[in-house]
Each structure stands twice: as C-alpha cells, then as structure tokens.
C-alpha cells in the first residue's frame, strides 16, 4: 500500500487503512451497537477506514471526511450506482422502488415523486398537521403515560395518508394504517432487526414465526394499495394534487404509464421512507426538550413571540430556536446513521486514495456528526451550535446530499417544526424516568432504545 502524500497512477489501487479482517463480532456489532464500533474505528484509523468484507457483508470504504464527502456528493451524477448496494429494504419497498433505482430512470422518478414535498404544496399541509398533532396529544389523559414514539408514529403516518397520498378516513385508511406500523414492528428492535440483514433468516415458517408473519401482513397492505390504485384507475380523474394522480398520469419514454406494480413498490417507499424517520426524530425531539429543561424554556419563550393558531406556518419554521432544536435533534443522533451506499462505476480518486470500480462507499453520518473538529463537546445536546455557526452541506447531513438526497427532507422539517410548536405551545408534558437514552437499530434507522414515557401535566 503506498503512502498517503504519494499520487497514484490512476489504474493503481490506493485504499484507506482498517482492520486486517471482520469477524463476525464485527457485523453484529455494526447491525446490533455500531455506536461503539465505529467510535473506536474512527479513533484508531481516522476519517477514511476499510471495513473488510464479512460473508454476505461486502468490503466497505467508510468515508467521515467532510472534503471526501464534499467530493462523493458533487460528483456527476452517474459517477455512483446505489440501488445495488440497498437489497437490504427491497422486501419492504419492492424493486420498482425509487430507492433501489439507479441512472435515468432513478433521475425520472425523482423529478415525478419530487412536487408534493416542496414549496406551495406542501405549506398547503400546514394546517392539517397541526391539527392532526393537537388531536393526537388531546386524546391523551392529564396525568396518564404515552410513549412518545408511538404518538409520534400516529402523527407522521395520518400526515402521509392524508396529505401526500389524499387519502379519506374511513376503513381503508385505518387498515392501512394499522397493518403498516404492525408491518414495521416486525423490525423494532436491534435483534428482529437481524433478519433484514440475513437472507437465510428470511423464511416462511407458518404465520407465527417472524418472517411468516411479516409476509402475511405485507400482503395484506399490498391488497389494500392494490384497491386503492384499481379504484382510482377506474374512476379515470387523475387531476388531483395528490401523489397517487401524479403517479397514474406519469408516462415513460414511450408513452406508457406506471404498471399497478410499479406504482405499489413507489407508494409503498414513501409510506416507508416518509413516516417512520420523521416520527422518530420527533420522538428524539420531545426527549430532549423534556429532559433538558433549559432547552424546553428558551423554545417556551420563543413560541410565545408568535401566535401559533393564527400564524403562518412559514412564520413558526422560519423561528430560530425552534430551528436549531431540530437541527441538533438531527445531528447527534442521526434517524440513518449512514447515507445510501455510492458505488463508483469507474476508478476514481478520492482525496488521498484511488478507488476501484465497484468498491463501496458508505458515507457515516453519525461520525461527521460527532467529529470534535466540527462539533466541539460532540455528545452534548446543544441547540446553540447552529445559531452560533453555519454548517456546510458536507458538515452536516442528516438527509445525506448529491442526486440521493432525502426526497422528503423538507417535508420533513416543515412537519417536525409545526408538530413540536404545536405540542409545546399547547400541553405541558412531563418525561417520566429522566434518564439518558441512546439510539439502538429498528430496522434501517436508528431510535431511542427503550420507550421515552412522558405524560401531559396541562392542557394550556
Ligand atoms: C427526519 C426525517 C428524515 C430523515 C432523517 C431522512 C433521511 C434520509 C437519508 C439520510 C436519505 C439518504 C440520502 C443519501 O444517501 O444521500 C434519505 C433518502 C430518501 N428519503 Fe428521507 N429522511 C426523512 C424523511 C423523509 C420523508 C418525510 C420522505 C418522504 C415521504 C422521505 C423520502 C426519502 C426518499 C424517497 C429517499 C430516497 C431518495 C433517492 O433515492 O433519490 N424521507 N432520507
């Protein structure tokens, strides 16, 4: 291996240090805790480190350095695939999945799926989610215990259903509703998790056993999509704003549109993409503004500058603590601890290293996020640091960046932002058990280990 300060011949393979193999313990470590795992990678072998291959697990470059990561997101855009690398979520989202799509035509569906969760459209949501955030809470007695993420859960998928996809209460929006979170809890936690990752695990042993029961409620939630596409197939009107209309009206290259599988595996990955992350950010949220006291103050304080019933929405995203709240939620414990893997179709060079074709980049944005250099005192909780200081796109990176990023990051922010105004200014809450929490996997995103109990105190 040639030293760092030389330039390799482009043809020359130039990879960052790591440890000499993976064991087992290795891959468990990195499905089951990767916290401690990487903390100590990154001690020992800085920003850029190989994670050798273990069985199915392929050989991983793991890449922390924000000028390395300014470099992956930049680059042209067909310079990476990254549909290869994520087989891991195909039984959750299907193979016509914008997520598992590579080239042109993850570029065309992009720009499709990409309206609803932007500008006019999506402020048009604004005062539904807070209702639909007021409403969850209100059924909450004074004084009983609810589990933050659960709520949570309830909040961000009624906002989905009901404002991207238009859906109308009734029996198949509670079905689905239901069998979704039932569907996702078959990973909720670091060991069931373990079965996205094994294929050999991936068995149908009869209904009760784990994966038996995940097919049998996957198939249910297709049924329901399926009747809901077929109806609205038949009713022929597909001038609604809402995503389903735009995805019946779209039509490739040659004029032909979306089969009904097709549209399922989309559907299906902004029902999957879209909720789960941004209920357990907000979960992490109301964590943090109820174990830190000072914090939940300061946004008190703030929130009382504005009227919240009355004022735009854009008003309450525009508030600064409110913003920095969000931002830190997001930084220190990141929903994916790592961006969609970029898998070069060409050598290339990256910094120091000259990387092979088909070799896997994993950026890791947990590690940025807790680079001293760029977060001092990194494992503290501190809203502040985004007020004193501007963040590059390459320093901070919840919604990774480049031709992946997040489809849904503003969206995302525009919902936390109005569901936390809209808690705080109406309820006072009580964290019940104030104790430090830490992330532990649920399925491809990192949550709160153990449940984060609170309890309204006062209805304001
Ligand atoms: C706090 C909430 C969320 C977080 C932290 C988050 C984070 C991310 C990250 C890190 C990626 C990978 C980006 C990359 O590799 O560069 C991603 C991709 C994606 N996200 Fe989100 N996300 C959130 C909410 C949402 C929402 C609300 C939606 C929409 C309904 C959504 C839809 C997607 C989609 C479709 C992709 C794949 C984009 C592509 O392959 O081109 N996400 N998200």
């Not at 990879?15 to 990195?30: E, H, I, N, V, Y």
């Not at 499905?31 to 480190?49: C, K, T, V």
């Not at 991207?164 to 239901?178: H, N, P, S, W």
């Not at 609205?232 to 597909?238: E, I, L, P, S, V």
């Amino acid at each position: 291996m040639s030293s760092l300060s030389s330039h390799p011949a482009a043809s020359e393979v130039h990879l960052p240090k790591g440890p000499a193999r993976s064991t087992l313990w290795d891959s468990l470590s990195m499905i089951l805790n990767p916290m401690d795992f990487l903390d100590q990678m990154r001690s020992q072998y800085g920003e850029l480190f190989l994670v050798p291959g273990f069985g199915r697990f392929p050989e991983v470059i793991m890449v922390n350095d924000p000028k390395a990561i300014q470099q992956i997101f930049t680059a042209d855009e067909n310079t990476f695939d990254s549909g290869v690398g994520l087989d891991l979520v195909l039984p959750l989202v299907g193979d016509n999945s914008l997520i598992l799509l590579d080239g042109n035509r993850h570029k065309q569906q992009r720009k499709l799926l990409m309206p609803p969760f932007h500008g006019e459209r999506m402020r048009n949501y604004g005062e539904l989610i807070c209702n639909i955030a007021d409403q969850a809470i209100a059924r909450q007695s004074i004084g009983k215990t609810f589990l933050a993420r659960e709520t949570m859960q309830e909040v961000s998928l009624e906002t989905i259903l009901r404002a991207v996809f238009g859906l109308k209460e009734g029996d198949r929006y509670q079905q689905i509703l239901q069998l979704l979170t039932e569907m996702l809890d078959s990973f909720n936690s670091p060991f069931k998790s373990v079965f996205l990752f094994f294929k050999t695990l991936q068995k149908d042993l009869g209904p009760w056993s784990p994966w038996g029961n995940f097919l049998r409620k996957r198939e249910l939630l297709d049924r329901l999509l399926y009747q809901e596409i077929q109806e609205r197939r038949a009713q022929g009107n597909f001038s609604g704003e809402d995503i389903l209309s735009l995805l019946l009206n779209a039509q490739d290259e040659e004029g032909q549109p979306m089969s009904d599988v097709e549209l399922r595996d989309e559907l299906m990955t902004l029902l999957f993409a879209g909720h789960e992350t941004t209920a357990t950010a907000l979960a992490w949220a109301l964590y943090w503004l109820h174990y830190r006291p000072d914090v939940r103050e300061k946004l008190l304080q703030e929130l009382q500058s504005i009227d919240i019933k009355t004022s735009d929405p854009t008003a309450i995203t525009r508030l600064p603590y409110l913003n920095a709240v969000c931002s830190e939620t997001l930084r220190i414990y990141p929903v994916l601890f790592f961006a969609f893997p970029r898998v070069p179709k060409q050598p290339m060079p990256l910094v120091d290293y000259q990387i092979p074709e088909g070799m896997m980049l994993t950026i890791c944005i947990y590690l940025l996020h807790h680079n001293p250099e760029i977060y001092p005192d990194p494992k503290t909780f501190k809203p502040e640091r985004f007020l004193d200081r501007q963040y590059s796109p390459y320093e901070y990176i919840p919604f990774g960046g480049g031709n992946r990023r997040c489809l849904g990051a503003a969206f995302a922010l525009f919902e936390m932002k109005l569901v936390l105004a809209t808690v705080m200014s109406h309820y006072s809450l009580e964290l019940i058990n104030p104790r430090p929490i830490f992330p532990a996997r649920r399925g491809v995103t990192f949550a709160p280990a153990g449940d984060i109990a609170l309890r309204v105190t006062q209805r304001k």
